[in-house]
């Protein structure tokens, strides 16, 4: 993630070529051209903007509305990328909040499928929507513009091309690589994998209670955080009866693939990780107390009303995930000519 300096430094680079060589100028003073009113009028738009600037980093003081707060938060966590400068300038000028979610919405959208899942590089586009930035901001551009703007970034397309930055191929070929690299680890070493399960969480979640924070969730470590509901070593018969026929090739892409991979609600013993499926689900541990999927993250429970746990019910998860990926972020992979399978198994 970037720092709050880094942005601001961006800032800078957007306004500082406008303000000092255009508008602020010895030229504009000694004809008249700028008087007191406008110096003014600069001093109080930069106090709105520093003001604003504050709530996008410290959301949790602002008046917006809790889901205006709830999508800066989703920005927060898969990453800023280039759009705070126009945070700010949308938080400094509008009020209608249905215009200001749907603008959030086309932001957090790009950063996942443009960075998250196509692997662009993380200053992709950023001179362009900087320029958008400052045309917005001089009202050039309305909001409604610039959020159709961005989703044209993101999944600009005709009758026969895709010509966005959103690119499931690169996806595919992507998880394919980390599939084939030394470590073999597939989608759990994929970069966006933490918020992806979060906000899988969050969808199972459906207005409940929240049972994991993101902050927790966070800041653990991945082991911690992430398990292998097939483990990683899988000495229990149970596993051997249901993955022994496999090869040793396949069990490895069984392992990390999307549909084993579960985020917990706490850390589980390193011991109960290795167990067979239904110890798993509900053990008692040596307080006598039932520990287990059953009671944990809406994402464990998901997974505890399995019977089994086989290389079918994995692949039967992952493309249910790989369904909400498509709703949640609003594409489709019939639309690429790209199969589930292939994604999960390539």
Not at 83 to 90: E, H, L, N, T, Y
Request: glycine share 4%.
């Amino acid at each position: 993630m970037h720092s709050v300096s880094t942005f601001a430094l961006a800032i800078v680079d957007v306004y500082a070529e406008f303000l000092l060589k255009k508008k602020f100028t010895a030229k504009n003073v000694l004809s008249g051209n700028i008087s007191i009113k406008d110096i003014k009028n600069y001093i109080d738009s930069l106090s709105k903007c520093v003001k604003q600037w504050f709530y996008i980093f410290n959301i949790q003081y602002s008046n917006h509305s809790d889901r205006i707060k709830e999508h800066i938060q989703k920005l927060e966590r898969v990453g800023w990328g280039a759009f705070p400068p126009m945070i700010m300038a949308v938080f400094t000028k509008e009020t209608n909040e249905d215009l200001i979610w749907n603008f959030l919405d086309a932001c957090e959208r790009f950063n996942f499928l443009v960075f998250a899942v196509s692997h662009r590089s993380s200053n992709t586009q950023n001179s362009n929507l900087y320029r958008k930035t400052r045309e917005y901001y001089m009202g050039q551009l309305d909001i409604e513009t610039i959020t159709a703007d961005i989703d044209f970034l993101t999944d600009g397309e005709d009758d026969e091309n895709y010509y966005g930055w959103f690119d499931l191929e690169r996806f595919k070929n992507h998880i394919k690589e980390l599939f084939s690299k030394n470590d073999r680890e597939g989608f759990y070493s994929w970069s966006g994998l933490r918020y992806f399960l979060y906000e899988y969480e969050l969808y199972l979640q459906d207005n409940a209670n929240m049972k994991v924070s993101w902050e927790d969730f966070n800041k653990r470590k991945k082991e911690d955080t992430i398990e292998h509901i097939y483990p990683q070593s899988p000495n229990d018969i149970y596993w051997k009866n249901r993955f022994g026929h496999l090869k040793p090739s396949e069990k490895r892409q069984y392992l990390n693939s999307l549909g084993n991979l579960l985020l917990l609600n706490r850390s589980k013993n390193s011991k109960l990780q290795n167990y067979d499926f239904d110890k798993k689900k509900c053990l008692l541990n040596k307080d006598g107390k039932e520990i287990g999927y059953y009671n944990g993250s809406y994402s464990e429970i998901e997974v505890s009303k399995h019977k089994e746990w086989t290389p079918d019910e994995i692949k039967k998860r992952g493309l249910l995930m790989l369904q909400f990926m498509e709703e949640r972020w609003k594409f489709s992979f019939d639309n690429w000519n790209i199969s589930k399978e292939d994604i999960l198994f390539p």
